[in-house]
C-alpha cells in the first residue's frame, strides 16, 4: 500500500502537525511519500523528514506555491497520486488541508474523511474515528471508495523518530496559463516569538486579569515555558490583547501539549477551541467556573497569588 502526505512549511521547515501526519502514514505503510510545495524549503529539511518516516519527498520548487493555493496543490496531488498509484492520501487537518482534501477528493473520486483523531481499524473494512461537533463527540466512518483520503487532527498520534534520510526528487506542475489561483495584494504575519498554530504549549487568560496593564505575569510564565500567550474572546473584544491571541469557536483552534488557563470562566465557545489540547490546567478563583469540569489540573486561587509563584518554581527546575 502507498500513501502520500502533503506537508506545510513553518518558517522553512516542517508543521508539527505535518510532522504528525507523516508518521501517521508510516504506520499504515511503509512506502510514505511526500509532497512539499513552494521555494521555501530546502533540499536539507526535506531529506530529514525522513526521521518521521518519508521514504520519497516530491518537491514542487516553485514560487506559485508560496501562498496557499489549494486548488494548485490539489492537481499537483492528483496527478502525484496517479503516477504513484496512491491508495491513500494523508493531511494535516488545518485550514489549508481540509480544503486542499476536499477538492482532491472530487477529482479523484476517493472516500474523505476529515478531523481524524486515530488510526484506522481494518477488521471489517476501513473505519476510521473522527471528531464532531467542534470536539463534543465523535463518530465511526467506513470508507468504501478504493482511494481514500485522511485529514489528520493534531495529537492523534505521538511523536517520535526514524533513522534515515529521505530521497528528494523534483515534480513538474504546468500552472495555467493565468499564473494561478490567488492574487496576492499584501502579507501581515502574527506577532510574536511562537506561533499560536504551532505551540506545543499556550498560556491563556480572561477577565480575571481586570486589565491589559495585567497581562505581563502571563508574558513572563509563557517565556519560561517558551510558550505561545493566548486569550479569551471578551478580552480581544475589549482590545486588551491582539485579535490574533483570541481562541476559541470564532477564533483560533488550538492543540497544544499543554494549555494553562488563567482567570477563565471556561464558556462553550471558548471550549470549542481548546477541547483537543493533551493537558489542561486551569487558575481561577471560582471553584464553581465551568473550566474546572474540563481540566486536568486545577488550582483554585487568585491568579495575582498563583500565577507569580508558579513561574518562580517553574524558573528554579
Same mark, same amino acid.
Given at each position: 500500500?502507498?500513501?502520500?502526505?502533503?506537508?506545510?512549511?513553518?518558517?522553512?521547515?516542517?508543521?508539527?502537525?505535518?510532522?504528525?501526519?507523516?508518521? *501517521?502514514?508510516?504506520?499504515? /505503510?511503509?512506502?510514505?511519500?511526500?509532497?512539499?510545495?513552494?521555494? #521555501?524549503?530546502? !533540499? &536539507?529539511? %526535506?531529506?530529514?523528514?525522513?526521521?518521521?518516516?518519508?521514504?520519497?519527498?516530491?518537491?514542487?520548487?516553485?514560487?506559485?506555491?508560496?501562498?496557499?493555493?489549494?486548488?494548485?496543490?490539489?492537481?499537483?496531488?492528483?496527478?502525484?497520486?496517479?503516477?504513484?498509484?496512491?491508495?491513500?492520501?494523508?493531511?494535516?487537518?488545518?485550514?489549508?488541508?481540509?480544503?486542499?482534501?476536499?477538492?482532491?477528493?472530487?477529482?479523484?473520486?476517493?472516500?474523505?474523511?476529515?478531523?481524524?483523531?486515530?488510526?484506522?481499524?481494518?477488521?471489517?473494512?476501513?473505519?476510521?474515528?473522527?471528531?464532531?461537533?467542534?470536539?463534543?463527540?465523535?463518530?465511526?466512518?467506513?470508507?468504501?471508495?478504493?482511494?481514500?483520503?485522511?485529514?489528520?487532527?493534531?495529537?492523534?498520534?505521538?511523536?517520535?523518530?526514524?533513522?534515515?534520510?529521505?530521497?528528494?526528487?523534483?515534480?513538474? *506542475?504546468?500552472?495555467?496559463? /493565468?499564473?494561478?489561483?490567488?492574487?496576492?495584494?499584501?502579507?501581515? #504575519?502574527?506577532? !510574536? &516569538?511562537? %506561533?499560536?498554530?504551532?505551540?506545543?504549549?499556550?498560556?491563556?487568560?480572561?477577565?480575571?486579569?481586570?486589565?491589559?496593564?495585567?497581562?505581563?505575569?502571563?508574558?513572563?510564565?509563557?517565556?519560561?515555558?517558551?510558550?505561545?500567550?493566548?486569550?479569551?474572546?471578551?478580552?480581544?473584544?475589549?482590545?486588551?490583547?491582539?485579535?490574533?491571541?483570541?481562541?476559541?469557536?470564532?477564533?483560533?483552534?488550538?492543540?497544544?501539549?499543554?494549555?494553562?488557563?488563567?482567570?477563565?470562566?471556561?464558556?462553550?465557545?471558548?471550549?470549542?477551541?481548546?477541547?483537543?489540547?493533551?493537558?489542561?490546567?486551569?487558575?481561577?478563583?471560582?471553584?464553581?467556573?465551568?473550566?474546572?469540569?474540563?481540566?486536568?489540573?486545577?488550582?483554585?486561587?487568585?491568579?495575582?497569588?498563583?500565577?507569580?509563584?508558579?513561574?518562580?518554581?517553574?524558573?528554579?527546575?
Amino acid at each position: 500500500m502507498s500513501v502520500i502526505v502533503f506537508v506545510e512549511n513553518s518558517e522553512g521547515g516542517i508543521k508539527g502537525v505535518s510532522a504528525e501526519a507523516i508518521l *501517521y502514514a508510516r504506520k499504515l /505503510s511503509e512506502e510514505v511519500n511526500v509532497l512539499a510545495v513552494g521555494t #521555501k524549503w530546502s !533540499g &536539507d529539511v %526535506l531529506a530529514e523528514l525522513g526521521k518521521y518516516g518519508a521514504k520519497k519527498v516530491w518537491w514542487v520548487n516553485d514560487p506559485i506555491f508560496d501562498h496557499a493555493d489549494s486548488m494548485a496543490i490539489a492537481d499537483v496531488l492528483k496527478d502525484l497520486s496517479g503516477s504513484n498509484e496512491a491508495d491513500i492520501i494523508v493531511v494535516a487537518h488545518t485550514s489549508l488541508g481540509a480544503s486542499v482534501a476536499a477538492l482532491v477528493s472530487v477529482k479523484i473520486q476517493a472516500g474523505l474523511a476529515t478531523s481524524v483523531t486515530g488510526l484506522p481499524d481494518t477488521a471489517d473494512g476501513f473505519v476510521v474515528e473522527r471528531s464532531i461537533f467542534t470536539g463534543k463527540a465523535f463518530e465511526k466512518v467506513k470508507l468504501l471508495k478504493d482511494k481514500k483520503i485522511l485529514a489528520i487532527k493534531k495529537n492523534a498520534v505521538s511523536m517520535m523518530t526514524y533513522d534515515g534520510t529521505a530521497t528528494v526528487s523534483d515534480f513538474k *506542475y504546468s500552472p495555467p496559463a /493565468s499564473g494561478g489561483n490567488i492574487n496576492v495584494t499584501g502579507e501581515e #504575519k502574527m506577532e !510574536g &516569538d511562537i %506561533l499560536l498554530s504551532d505551540a506545543e504549549i499556550v498560556v491563556s487568560a480572561g477577565r480575571g486579569l481586570k486589565g491589559p496593564e495585567n497581562w505581563g505575569m502571563i508574558e513572563d510564565l509563557a517565556k519560561t515555558l517558551k510558550a505561545a500567550t493566548a486569550c479569551s474572546k471578551p478580552v480581544s473584544d475589549m482590545e486588551w490583547r491582539p485579535h490574533h491571541e483570541h481562541v476559541g469557536q470564532t477564533g483560533i483552534k488550538v492543540a497544544p501539549q499543554l494549555y494553562i488557563a488563567v482567570g477563565i470562566s471556561g464558556a462553550i465557545q471558548h471550549l470549542a477551541g481548546v477541547n483537543s489540547s493533551k493537558c489542561i490546567v486551569v487558575i481561577n478563583k471560582d471553584p464553581e467556573a465551568p473550566f474546572f469540569k474540563e481540566a486536568d489540573y486545577g488550582i483554585v486561587g487568585d491568579a495575582f497569588e498563583v500565577v507569580p509563584k508558579l513561574n518562580e518554581a517553574l524558573k528554579k527546575r
